[in-house]
């Protein structure tokens, strides 16, 4: 259950060998069922396990079905020392899998939340062990609280002290004069717990962000995405193989050198002509589409899929598609929603790169995907210091400082050998001479030119604006450091420069290094009978990373380059307003704006092949929100959030307490939570919670509509 690492090998030790004097424990606790139910008909983000697949979930049905028990454990060490734990069983039946259903490591779930030492040293107060520091106090935000890692399946519904997830850790404290105080802290590295964001993805999870669908869901994510284009490419290479498709038809696609000759056609060329394949289609988008679904079973349809391997079976987005028949011809590179749209200015030759002979199979098949992670060892730390001090006239402030990996994962693309595992380089090629005579001019000799291959171009030599029919098409070609390059045909000539290996695309989760600086302040205004607490919270992130999305190199087939983490500084801040009125009814509003320091956007149209036009902009794109379905969605350079919070204690003694707090983001997302709890008697409390999110779609809380969801819960406390 703990990890073997020096610091929290101490910690240990400093409760383990002490037990001896341990005076009798004083043990409380409670039992508690939390019960959701969704409040609208709808299909959360993910949920869906093929293109065609529309089936959700009603209004009533269970979002959660929560039972726990906690145990809290105090006791002496000892007439200087003292200990706590807690003990948390907690099972919820509606769960998407065993990871959110039951017990995991460092989640809301985990087992033990606490096991800390209090004791002091030379004026030192010490906190040794499994625990929460809180840095930050926003509301329904957090910004300077980033000593604890979050837990996100349930967004922001829980309360911090649940969803933040406690970490071993050294925590000294000492007061400075009259009104200082100074903080060090030493604390274990762990990821923020975003659902979806690993190998096995999160399929049906309620708060699965479209931005994390993009990466590991079944249906969008770029790591199924990226086999199945390459299945494609199979599918193609294959029937560039054969002279005659079934029925014995002449193949119009017939090569011996595979998709190598097809090099000056690009994606919009093939996609925005004629049909080559007996299949009634009136353009190449439906062949594409119908090869991307069916691979090569002519006799496929929506309901009789057949064997290919190499099909994609309505699963992955690849091409638009609908119910009534295996393509939808509205393939729009202007208006992308599916991953070919996205790639019209790719050579056909770049699906030789995904493409390799399977021997077993005797056909062509495509490359493979995996999920890593690659993280700090356990000898690496945080560490941390903060200085608060109040001043007379009623000032409070702290500064701060956390240098530490940050909890946000960041996913970085890169091919490598399947059998190897080295990694390769993307090289992008022109495309237009492919055939030549043995003099480097265009013939008829079917040998490819090695002076294309030979040739890369950088990022702004790629074309972008030309007339159409001058379109330069582009293949992206894979090689290793001995510049052997890989495909379903040596792209070369046969010139001794061919790996026979398969490609693989790995996207890899790690953590970087930053330097957060930041500082907060409250102060309280005497107005008479109205209270009045001006707040403020202020972040500087450096070294912090961003996505950046290369359009221009995603339309031409390089994968890997195209959605690259890239070093960015923040500066975040939120100014609060708490007043008091009506004797006990606070109203807190909060102004939140998140600055991106280093923003890109740098807009530009490419024209296709066949004179559409196309996004080859650079920008940041928004993590929360980019997917295939919204034109991998922009970030913005400064974000803006608004939020009022009201809270209010009822009954004859107080006893009872509603809350109602609203977000509203710029973008149009917004969200309302309305919580209510009610003491039956003094270990009896019941509590009721409605989170409704609306607004745009692509927005943050937007995009959760379809999980609005009210709750009801029990707590017996146990003393």
């Known amino acids: 259950m703990f990890k073997r690492c020096k610091i929290y090998q101490s910690i240990l030790l400093a409760l383990v060998v002490p037990g001896s004097a341990m005076a009798e424990i004083e043990i409380t606790g409670f039992l508690k069922n939390e019960t959701s139910v969704f ?6 983000t993910g949920e869906a396990e093929t293109m065609l697949d529309e089936r959700g979930h009603e209004k009533g049905d269970l979002l959660k079905f929560e039972n726990s028990a906690r145990v809290f454990m105090n006791g002496d060490i000892g007439e200087e020392s003292t200990w706590h734990a807690d003990l948390n069983f907690i099972y919820d039946s509606e769960g998407i899998n065993s990871d959110y259903k039951g017990h995991k490591l460092y989640t809301q779930h985990d087992y033990l939340r606490e096991l800390y030492l209090d004791s002091t040293l030379w004026d030192w107060d010490l906190r040794l062990g499994k625990q929460q520091v809180v840095w930050g106090t926003a509301d329904g935000i957090k910004l300077l609280d980033i000593i604890n890692p979050t837990d996100f399946r349930e967004l922001n519904q829980n309360a911090m002290e649940d969803s933040r997830i406690p970490i071993w850790m050294i925590n000294a404290e000492r007061n400075i004069g009259n009104s200082g105080n100074v903080q060090f802290i030493v604390s274990q590295v762990e990821e923020n717990k975003i659902p979806g964001l690993d190998r096995d993805g999160a399929a049906g999870h309620p708060f699965l962000m479209k931005g994390v669908d993009t990466i590991t869901g079944e249906v969008n994510g770029f790591l199924h995405v990226a086999p199945a284009l390459a299945n494609v490419a199979g ?4 029937a560039t193989q054969a002279p005659l498709l079934p029925g014995g038809i002449p193949n119009p696609l017939f090569s011996p050198l595979g998709l190598v000759p097809f090099s000056g056609l690009t994606v919009d060329g093939f996609a925005s002509g004629p049909s080559m394949l007996p299949l009634g289609n009136p353009t190449g988008a439906g062949d594409l589409g119908f090869i991307a679904q069916c691979g090569l079973n002519f006799a496929c349809s929506a ?8 099909a994609n079976a309505f699963v992955t987005n690849l091409m638009p598609v609908n119910s009534s028949s295996p393509v939808d011809t509205s393939y729009s590179p202007s208006a992308p929603t599916s991953a070919f749209e996205y790639m019209p200015m790719a050579s056909f030759a770049t699906f030789n790169t995904f493409a390799k002979l399977d021997p077993s199979l005797g056909m062509f098949t495509g490359a493979t995907s995996e999920y890593v992670r690659d993280y700090p060892d356990d000898s690496d730390v945080n560490a941390g210091l903060r200085w608060k001090q109040s001043l007379d006239n009623g000032f409070n402030y702290s500064l701060n400082y956390f240098y530490h990996y940050s909890a946000n994962p960041d996913v970085n693309l890169s091919w490598h050998d ?8 993307e090289q992008l090629s022109p495309a237009g001479d492919f055939i030549d005579n043995g003099t480097g001019l265009p013939g008829s000799d079917g040998i490819p030119d090695l002076a294309d291959f030979t040739q890369s171009l950088t990022p702004d030599q790629l074309p972008t604006n030309v007339l159409p029919g001058q379109q330069l098409p ?3 070609l894979l090689h290793n450091g001995a510049g052997e390059f890989y495909g379903a045909f040596d792209p070369t000539g046969g010139m001794g420069l061919y790996n026979p290996n398969p490609v693989k695309l790995r996207f890899t989760e790690t953590l970087h290094r930053v330097h957060s600086i930041g500082t907060s302040f409250d102060y309280a205004i005497d107005a008479g009978d109205l209270p009045i607490v001006l707040r403020g919270e202020f972040l500087y992130d450096r070294n912090d990373k961003q996505p950046v999305i290369y359009r221009h190199l995603l339309a031409h087939g390089a994968l890997a380059s195209s959605l690259v983490m890239e070093d960015a500084d923040y500066f975040k801040y939120v100014l609060g307003l708490d007043v008091t009125v ?6 807190s509003g909060q102004f939140i704006q998140f600055n991106n320091l280093d923003y890109v956007e740098e807009n530009r149209t490419c024209t296709t092949q066949t004179g559409q036009s196309a996004d080859c902009s650079t920008y940041t794109a928004d993590f929360a929100t980019l997917h295939l379905t919204n ?3 922009m970030g913005y350079e400064n974000k803006e959030f608004y939020s009022l919070f009201f809270s209010k204690p009822f009954g004859p003694s107080q006893e009872h307490r509603w809350n109602n707090i609203t977000i509203y983001e710029e973008g ?3 969200w309302n939570r309305f919580d209510v709890e009610y003491s039956f008697t003094d270990t009896l409390i019941g509590s009721a919670e409605w989170n409704h999110y609306w607004g745009d779609e692509d927005s943050t809380f937007g995009q959760f509509a379809d999980s609005s969801n009210l709750q009801v819960g029990i707590k017996w406390l146990i003393e």
């Open 668 to 670: 149009g997302g917004k």
């Open 582 to 587: 009506m004797t006990n009814l606070l109203v």
């Open 39 to 44: 409040t609208r008909d709808g299909q959360v």
């Open 631 to 633: 034109g991998l969605n």
């Open 303 to 310: 309901a009789t899929l057949g064997d290919d391997p190499n």
């Open 235 to 238: 599918s193609f290479t294959n």
């Open 418 to 425: 399947a059998v190897t595992g080295e990694k390769l380089t």
């Open 474 to 476: 582009v293949t992206t």
